[in-house]
């Protein structure tokens, strides 16, 4: 049995097994620094503009979690606690999405209670242009999208250097759900409107 096992296996001899190694190209983008919480943002630059972001609306009682996308993401793989080249970094941006999102009632309640879609569109330009103070100063493109619960996208800004802003409420406002029932039994204070940290 083993003159037959040994036979079998002789025949095998002919094959050779070829290790490639991939070749990486140039638009590889390697790890990101120590640090970095994908949570925030796209890169080290904007995910340290979207926590700082989040801890500002949160001193003013609005509980948004925040996210920045800056594209292109390359521009933003530098050390973000470097000022100089943070400011280097964001000037190279030419894309940004800002995503808020919340799961509070009260921070819901508080942008449904402005008082119309266009008071709301101008929350959103608000918050694009704190943004945009911290030194993003060519986009030629921003999105802002705001999420209720992890599956309502709620609204949605939009802007470009050519057509300018457009504005849109995905779900009417949740009217006639219990979150803005008509009429409703109190009257909930609109959330601040952002003012660009200088």
């Known amino acids: ?3 037959g096992a040994c036979l079998l296996l002789s025949g095998c001899a002919d094959f050779t097994i070829v290790v ?3 070749t990486p190209t140039p638009n590889t983008i390697s790890l990101p620094p120590i640090g970095f919480n994908h949570r925030y943002g796209n ?3 904007a995910s340290a503009d979207g926590f700082a972001l989040e801890r500002r ?3 003013t009682h609005a509980f948004w979690e925040v996210a ?3 594209d292109p993401q390359v521009a ?3 050390e973000a606690i470097n000022q100089k080249t943070s400011q280097t970094a964001r000037h190279k941006i030419t894309h940004l999405i800002l995503v808020l999102a919340t799961e509070l009632r009260d921070t819901m309640e508080g942008l449904l209670a402005y008082p119309s879609d266009a008071a709301q569109e101008t929350y959103s330009m608000g918050l694009l242009d704190e943004v ?3 030194g993003y100063d060519t986009l030629n493109s921003a999105e802002v999208i705001v999420f209720f619960t992890e599956s309502d996208q709620h609204s949605k800004l939009s802007w470009t250097a050519r057509g300018g802003y457009s504005f849109k409420v995905n ?3 949740l009217v006639g759900t219990a979150l803005n029932p008509p009429p409703k039994p109190y009257s909930p204070l609109p959330i601040p409107t952002p003012v660009p940290a200088h």
């Open 1 to 3: 049995m083993l003159a």
């Open 20 to 22: 490639t190694t991939p």
């Open 43 to 45: 890169s080290p630059v």
């Open 57 to 59: 609306l949160f001193a």
């Open 68 to 70: 920045i996308q800056a």
């Open 76 to 78: 933003g793989y530098i």
């Open 132 to 134: 945009r103070a911290l």
């Open 171 to 173: 779900d009417n406002n």
